[in-house]
């Protein structure tokens, strides 16, 4: 069983900066897949950035590529994605998510944390 857990969402003005953090509950930690989604109200969710097993291959939307960086610290379990120069736009909930070993931009991940609200005021 895989349980996420995000944190550090909040409210920030456009053009600010924000860091979220996804506790990642597995056995094997380091053998599964990274993303982060979101999803605007009234929108689809859509992908943000997913991060391979060993860190060393990212992927990211063309919205926040740039803009946002992921990355991970297998000794602690944890996914983060950085958020820099924040619009408006990207005020959505955002989610982690896990799958295992294969990397994927699509929301065919099998393991999802709860979200955290991320509003960025104009």
């Known amino acids: 069983q895989v349980q996420l857990v995000e944190s550090g969402g909040g409210l920030v003005q456009a053009g600010g900066s924000l860091r979220l953090s996804c506790a990642v509950s597995?056995?094997?930690?380091?053998?599964?897949?990274l993303g982060w989604f979101r999803q605007a109200p009234g929108k689809e969710r859509e992908f943000v950035a997913a991060?391979?097993?060993?860190?060393?291959?990212?992927y990211y939307a063309d919205p926040v590529k740039g803009r946002f960086t992921i990355s991970r610290d297998n000794a602690k379990n944890t996914v983060f994605l950085q958020m820099n120069s924040l619009k408006p736009e990207d005020t959505a909930v955002y989610y982690c998510?896990?799958?295992?070993?294969?990397?994927?931009?699509?929301?065919?991940?099998?393991?999802w944390g709860q979200g955290t609200q991320v509003t960025v005021s104009s």
């Open positions: 597995a056995r094997t930690f380091s053998s599964y897949v």
């Open positions: 998510a896990a799958r295992f070993l294969v990397l994927s931009v699509r929301d065919d991940y099998p393991y």
């Open positions: 991060i391979s097993w060993s860190g060393g291959t990212t």
